[in-house]
């Protein structure tokens, strides 16, 4: 197929990459989450990012990955809303645990990870995720993520644990109180992405040892909750990919290490995996 559409998405930013006759093109949007948006909302913003990009009759297919998206009443929606859009388009539609497999595993069996806003893993037999360590969402679970970092930073900030040097950091770089942060998590809406922004903290201050603890502790809790309890972690590569696994990569290599499992890739983001993914496998 010469014309498709890959689309990686997350709640707040969907990357496309439009292929047309071996060329690529790039485009973001918001995130398209069915949790958020109505087939129509979803529909219309289709309609505005590629109306004037492509010719959407020639697309031949449409390879989604999102957020959200093992939920089948969010298939159904997210399904109908590319179909008003792109009549013609196989629609194959998957989880964003499944773009990491076919992203860094391409056709091989191995263990994909997602360390972003929110944590996830799975073993992939080269074709479908067939064990998936349960998530429990960033309240219960999410460890290694951005929102379980960042929780930790703000736990460190709010309980004066940091020392003088990093309370000042923090206080000159957010100028927040205890009342405003308390009112955005428990008040308003998304505070697993409000915690998340946090991590970025702990990459400015690398070095400091109250910060190389968090990351080590939180990146820990990951392999020790999940990559420890799949047998499969040490009989082949695992492979991560996210903003947060690429940040404190050399904190998961060292950990690999510890826990005697062979490293496979470590991307920032799946979309580059995911276009040879598709070349290869049309």
């Known amino acids: 197929m010469n014309n498709y559409i890959i689309a990686d998405s997350g709640a707040t930013k969907c990357q496309w ?6 060329k690529r093109q790039s485009i973001s949007t918001m995130g398209i989450s069915p949790y958020f948006l109505s087939t129509e ?17 020639k697309i031949n297919a449409i390879y989604f990955y999102g957020t959200g998206l093992s939920n089948p009443d969010n298939v159904k929606s997210l399904k109908k809303a590319l179909r008003l859009v792109f009549k013609n388009a196989k629609l194959d539609i998957q989880t964003d645990l499944v773009a990491a497999a076919r992203a860094t595993c391409q056709t091989e069996k191995g263990i994909a990870c997602i360390l972003g806003t929110g ?4 073993y992939y ?17 999410d460890e290694g993520s951005g929102a379980y970092l960042g929780k930790k930073v703000l736990q460190y ?53 109250m910060i190389e603890n968090i990351i080590e ?12 309890k799949l047998n499969e972690s040490w009989l082949y590569p695992i492979h991560f990919t996210g903003s947060v696994a690429y940040a404190f990569r050399d904190v998961i290599k060292q950990l690999a290490l510890v826990y005697e499992m ?8 799946p979309m580059e995996g995911l276009v040879a993914y598709h070349k290869n496998n049309p």
């Open 17 to 22: 990459t439009i292929v047309q006759n071996n």
């Open 41 to 57: 909302n979803i529909a219309a913003i289709l309609e505005k990012a590629f109306s004037k990009k492509v010719k959407t009759d």
């Open 119 to 122: 944590s996830n893993t799975g």
């Open 125 to 141: 037999n080269g074709k479908k995720i067939v064990k998936n360590s349960p998530g429990l969402g960033y309240v219960l679970g």
């Open 157 to 209: 900030f709010l309980y004066q644990t940091f020392d003088e040097e990093l309370m000042i950091c923090f206080s000159k770089k957010y100028n927040l109180d205890r009342s405003q942060i308390l009112n955005k998590i428990y008040r308003e809406p998304l505070p697993n992405r409000y915690l998340a922004s946090f991590a970025v903290f702990l990459s400015e201050h690398r070095g400091h040892y």
């Open 217 to 228: 502790d939180g990146l820990n809790d990951f392999f020790y909750t999940h990559l420890n």
């Open 262 to 269: 062979e490293l496979g890739k470590i991307t920032k983001s």
